[in-house]
Structure formats: C-alpha cells, structure tokens
C-alpha cells in the first residue's frame, strides 16, 4: 500500500520532504537555533513547548533572527530589535510585511522542518 507522501500517478506533485535538524531537547525553552535547509537558513524556536520555524534572515540588515530574544510568540532581533511573529513570520511593527515561515515537525524526537520550495523563475516579460 503506497505511503501518503508516495503519489498515485507519477506527475502529481509530492509534497516537499522534511529534513532533520535537531533532536527534542537541544533547543532549549525560550531560545532559538539557525540550521541550513536547503539553500535556506532557518530559525527554529521553542516557545511554550511548540516549536516554530521561520527565515533566520533579517530583511533589515541581515541578523540572524535565532540568535533574538524570544518572548512569548515574538522575536526580536539581536541587532536592532525589529520584532517578528515566530508563528506567522509578521513583522509586529509593520504586519504587512513578514518573513517566510517553515513547518516544523517532531518525528521520533527529532525535529524537522520541511524544505522550502524554492520559486521558479519568473518568465522574461520583454518577450
Ligand atoms: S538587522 Fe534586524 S533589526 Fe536591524
């Protein structure tokens, strides 16, 4: 019996895989971590027991968000404290702009986010 990520026919599109990049237990409770995925880096969290998974860039000036204080569901970043909603990525002074967010799931005590799908390119629009 195929798996739920195996699709029936071979041009439906699968769902990006998930990849592993900590154990339960190694981010502590209030804190972040930065891991490569893919071509990205990315801030997981652990806040009030859930883990969160957003860029770890800073669209300001580049920080990296994981090293930020972490209160409640916000972020702030290191460097200049924008702050950033670690469950929807908004910027909380501006909710119009935000970053990308990830999912994030635990399997087996592991800790793993699911590869972002990186966009393709936009066709030439001068033809
Ligand atoms: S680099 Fe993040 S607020 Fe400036």
């Not at 339960?24 to 806040?47: H, Q, T």
């Not at 090293?67 to 924008?82: I, K, L, S």
């Amino acid at each position: 019996m195929p798996s739920s990520e195996t699709p029936l026919f071979s041009d439906e599109p699968t769902e990006p895989a998930y990849v592993t990049v900590a154990k339960v237990g190694d981010i502590p409770e209030g804190e972040g971590r930065a891991f490569a995925v893919g071509k990205r880096m990315v801030a997981v969290f652990l806040s009030q027991g859930k883990y969160f998974a957003i860029d770890d860039f800073c669209p300001h000036q580049g920080a990296s968000l994981a090293e930020g204080y972490v209160e409640n569901c916000a972020v702030a970043c290191p460097w200049h404290h924008w702050r950033f909603s670690i469950e929807d990525g908004s910027w909380l002074d501006n909710p119009k702009i935000s970053i990308d967010t990830f999912r994030v799931r635990v399997m087996n005590g592991n800790i793993q986010i699911q590869e972002p799908v990186e966009a393709s390119p936009k066709p030439d629009q001068d033809g």
